[in-house]
């Protein structure tokens, strides 16, 4: 296999630093603290393994339910990530883009969230998507609002939403649909990521906690993804060959 095979698009749900964490009689902030590490070396794999777009789930919309301490943690690992390999991601010709809401965030996240897509926003190589204060529920429910908004001010009718014209509401507008979707820590499920996206995605669970996560572990789900045959709602090659 080439890097040519795809996926052009993975999306990670970065799961298991408070159990990484928990293992090693540690507090759950250090599980953050090497989960960052494990994203920087994702991030310089990806490239070459074929991969254009990576899309990471860093905060969601539901991570305000956690304790302060531990939110303000993970507010604080965005800003310690950006500015620890900001001057490499745009050598690297890297362009950063976060997707979620704004609102509720305080004027220094806002600020590190604005200089990295405005210092990287004229790089082309790699698309890092960080999808921060994110939840694809609340995504949807936003586009939905955007388009009522202007059909209230007589911009738009209601007959001409389609699918295409919705997909322009949405947070991850002008990006591919992922072909990937990753979780790691061995648990099964999308918990609220990319749902309108990833309609037609491949999912690969591996049973690996995301601060030992590194490219033999991409390199891993990558080669499982090439192996299973996309249908996007068609027959298998199989069923035409018998069919045939």
Not at 154 to 172: I, N, P, V, Y
């Amino acid at each position: 296999m080439t890097p040519t095979d795809g996926p052009l698009h993975v999306a990670i749900i970065m799961d298991g630093n408070g159990r990484w964490a928990k293992q090693r009689g540690l507090p759950r902030t250090f599980g953050h603290r090497e989960g960052v590490k494990a994203l920087k070396r994702t991030v310089e794999a990806a490239p070459d393994l074929g991969v254009e777009t990576l899309t990471v789930f860093g905060f969601s919309t539901e991570n305000w339910r956690r304790p302060m301490a531990e939110v303000a943690e993970l507010m604080g690992l965005l800003k310690a990530y950006v500015e620890s390999d900001l001057d490499r991601l745009i050598r690297e010709g890297v362009r950063v883009r976060v997707i979620g809401r704004r609102t509720g965030l305080k004027p220094d996240i806002l600020e590190i969230i604005d200089r990295a897509e405005t210092r990287t926003a004229g790089n082309s190589r790699f698309l890092l998507q960080v999808a921060f204060n994110y939840g694809g529920r609340a995504d949807i429910t936003d586009a939905a609002r955007r388009f009522a908004e202007q059909v209230e001010q007589g911009r738009a009718k209601a007959s001409d939403l389609d699918e295409a014209l919705f997909e322009t509401m949405l947070s991850t507008v002008g990006a591919p649909d992922p072909d990937l979707i990753v979780r790691t820590s061995g648990e099964r499920r999308i918990s609220n990521f990319l749902p309108w996206e990833c309609a037609y995605a491949e999912l690969v669970f591996q049973d690996v906690f995301w601060p030992d996560y590194g490219p033999d572990h991409l390199g891993a789900a990558i080669a499982e993804f090439r192996a299973r045959e996309r249908r996007f709602g068609g027959a298998s090659s199989d069923d035409v060959l018998a069919a045939g």
